[in-house]
């Protein structure tokens, strides 16, 4: 049963007392962030927390504190908690985890803010796609338990505020953000310090490929819909969260109304993602690849492709959207 109520999730939530807490793979901020600060109120209430992202915590998000309890492999221990708890997240596959490897866990409960297509599975859950973030979720979930959310506490959820508000640029900025933002920096949470981590500490190779890919963009439609291509030579070893700083350079572009950053996972497969501001509706046309997503913003796989053909298909289904964009 899902709920945007608070109180009801809250009181259901502390009825566990062994609890395992799972964010999704490929963290974000928002994830990270979520988890932490979830798992620190918990044990604040006497819970025993065990926390989860399969491959474990990015290096990048190690300035936060207790990142390095994040397990990459839910151990025995966690594994006889009472209850799963997904964050950021409502299905245990975006988890990483298989049905079969958390049979010993009998119960499951989610946090989120993503819009899904029908009921996860779980005994309750709460969900908001209203909501900036996670984390946001978190701070109000502490709020409603009548605790005060420490520094430590407050880093963590400013964190992931910041990470999916994109350093609150993004449109689901709005007052709430604003006012928890600053209700989180008077409890010790340094912002600055966490805009300097997450956006303000590029590595000099992801700046060189920045300006590889910049310079080679591809323009059509009168400037309105853009490609970029980065193949897999130009990648080497560069973390693929750096993608979502390079995919925000490109959609600074004035008048720029469809873009779409192919990046070659292995030979003759593309990752495509693409962004309009309103225009094109991306998950329909990731859909048409068999992608998905949201309406700014949505990604697809495109196999069996040479870079040409991979820009060419990308090409034809555009002209099919022209007329939203053009
Ligand atoms: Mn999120």
């Known amino acids: 049963m899902m709920t945007n109520d608070i109180s009801v999730f809250l009181s259901k939530l502390l009825c566990y007392n062994r609890i395992l807490i799972a964010g999704h793979v490929g963290p974000d901020a928002d994830c990270i962030g979520s988890l932490l600060a979830l798992g620190r109120f918990l044990e604040t209430r006497g819970k025993e927390v065990y926390l989860f992202v399969r491959d474990g915590c990015p290096e990048c998000f190690s300035f936060l504190e207790d990142a390095g309890r994040i397990l990459a492999s839910p151990g025995p221990e966690a594994l006889s908690s009472e209850l799963l708890l997904l964050v950021d997240c409502s299905d245990i596959k975006r988890a990483g985890l298989e049905p079969e490897g958390v049979k010993s866990v009998k119960n499951r409960a989610v946090l989120d803010h993503h819009i899904t297509a029908g009921e996860p599975e779980c005994s309750f859950g709460?969900?908001?796609p209203s909501a900036c973030s996670a984390s946001m979720l978190v701070y109000r979930l502490i709020l409603a338990a009548n605790s005060q959310p420490d520094a430590v506490t407050s880093r963590a959820i400013l964190t992931g505020i910041a990470g999916d508000t994109g350093a609150f640029r993004h449109s689901n900025t709005n007052a709430e953000v604003l006012a928890v933002a600053g209700d989180l920096t008077e409890r010790g949470a340094d912002l600055h310090d966490i805009i300097k981590n997450l956006f303000l500490s590029r590595p000099k190779k992801?700046?060189?490929l920045l300006g590889r890919v910049l310079s080679g963009l591809r323009y059509?439609?009168?400037?309105k819909m853009v490609i970029a291509v980065i193949t897999n030579d130009a990648f080497e070893d560069i973390d693929k969260r750096e993608l979502e700083g390079i995919n925000s350079e490109i959609n600074s572009i004035k008048g720029l109304r469809l873009s779409a950053?192919?990046?070659?996972?292995?030979k003759g497969s593309f990752r495509c993602s693409f962004r309009s501001d309103g225009y094109v509706d991306c998950s329909r046309l990731a859909s048409v690849f068999g992608g998905g997503g949201h309406r700014n913003a949505a990604g697809c796989t495109l196999e069996g492709k040479t870079e040409e053909e991979a820009v060419e298909a990308v090409l034809k289904e555009a002209e099919n959207w022209k007329a939203s964009f053009v």
């Open 126 to 128: 709460l969900t908001d």
């Open 206 to 208: 992801v700046v060189s």
């Open 220 to 223: 059509f439609y009168g400037d």
């Open 261 to 266: 950053l192919l990046r070659e996972e292995e």
